[in-house]
């Protein structure tokens, strides 16, 4: 779909082909691949914020708990795509390295003009198996939009609390029914184990269009 060709109706149909026809995690891989070239200008015309829903969430979190994620730490972006979301970290000050997770090499390519990104592992976030990305690493983990139904569904919730140091957080904003779904079942559980403190929960409206949104914080114990 050459650029010039990206309007209103043919952004409603990327979103709506997303939601009806991407079944898993190759469908998703696989079609986040083929429109990567036009995925900014698609986000723009679905006036997706989420990006800066989940920064603002962060900022929230940090004036109420009186807890700050420093700034000059390390983070991981889960499903990197094309840096709007690193961008959106930089925004709010983040000067630290952050490295990617990102499966679709197209998607990486059109981030890396944006220089955000430090390393960058080629990896889905999956249910049933842990990336190559290094356990206790990271201060911050944070995800826009990719939990949902389809790849990276609630057990990945599991991995991404791997990936950060013990008092590090992970940072989540996805579609309200997904959190009111599995997501809040398994931060629950998480917490039971030990493993988390749910720390912050907040819904943000309008993601896009009219739709809801979570954005949940996790700090690891």
Same mark, same amino acid.
């Given at each position: 779909?050459?650029?010039? %060709?990206?309007?209103?109706?043919?952004?409603?149909?990327?979103?709506?082909?997303?939601?009806w026809?991407?079944?898993?995690?190759?469908?998703?891989?696989?079609y986040?691949?083929?429109?990567?070239?036009?995925?900014?200008?698609?986000?723009?015309?679905?006036?997706? /914020?989420?990006?800066?829903?989940?920064?603002?969430?962060?900022?929230?979190? %940090? /004036?109420?708990?009186?807890?700050?994620i420093?700034?000059?730490?390390?983070?991981?972006?889960?499903?990197?795509?094309?840096?709007?979301?690193?961008?959106?970290?930089?925004?709010?000050?983040?000067?630290?390295?952050?490295?990617?997770?990102?499966?679709? %090499?197209?998607?990486?390519?059109?981030?890396?003009?944006?220089?955000?990104?430090?390393?960058?592992?080629?990896?889905?976030l999956?249910?049933?198996?842990?990336?190559?990305?290094?356990?206790?690493?990271?201060d911050?983990?944070?995800?826009?939009?990719?939990?949902?139904? /389809?790849?990276?569904?609630?057990?990945?919730?599991?991995?991404?609390?791997?990936?950060?140091?013990?008092?590090g957080?992970?940072?989540?904003i996805?579609?309200? /029914?997904?959190?009111?779904?599995d997501?809040?079942?398994?931060?629950?559980?998480?917490?039971?184990?030990?493993?988390?403190?749910?720390?912050?929960? %907040?819904v943000?409206?309008?993601?896009?269009?009219?739709?809801?949104?979570?954005?949940?914080?996790?700090?690891?114990?």
């Open positions: 779909m050459p650029s010039n %060709e990206i309007n209103q109706e043919s952004a409603n149909k990327w979103l709506t082909d997303l939601w026809q991407v079944k898993g995690a190759e469908d998703e891989r696989e986040y691949s083929n429109t990567a070239v036009n995925y900014e200008e698609i986000s723009a015309n679905l006036g997706w /914020r989420a990006p800066q829903l989940c920064m603002q969430g962060i900022t929230n979190y %940090e /004036r109420r708990s009186g807890i700050t420093p700034r000059d730490g390390r983070a991981i972006d889960i499903g990197a795509g094309t840096g709007l979301s690193g961008q959106a970290l930089r925004d709010i000050g983040f000067t630290g390295q952050i490295d990617a997770l990102e499966p679709t %090499e197209n998607m990486f390519v059109q981030a890396q003009p944006k220089n955000i990104f430090t390393l960058w592992y080629h990896e889905l999956l249910e049933d198996k842990e990336t190559s990305v290094p356990s206790n690493t990271y911050l983990a944070y995800s826009v939009g990719v939990f949902s139904d /389809r790849s990276a569904k609630s057990g990945g919730l599991r991995d991404s609390v791997r990936m950060v140091k013990p008092g957080h992970v940072a989540v996805c579609v309200k /029914r997904h959190w009111d779904g997501l809040d079942i398994m931060a629950q559980k998480l917490q039971e184990e030990g493993k988390v403190e749910i720390k912050h929960v %907040e943000f409206e309008k993601y896009f269009y009219h739709t809801n949104s979570v954005s949940f914080i996790l700090q690891k114990q």
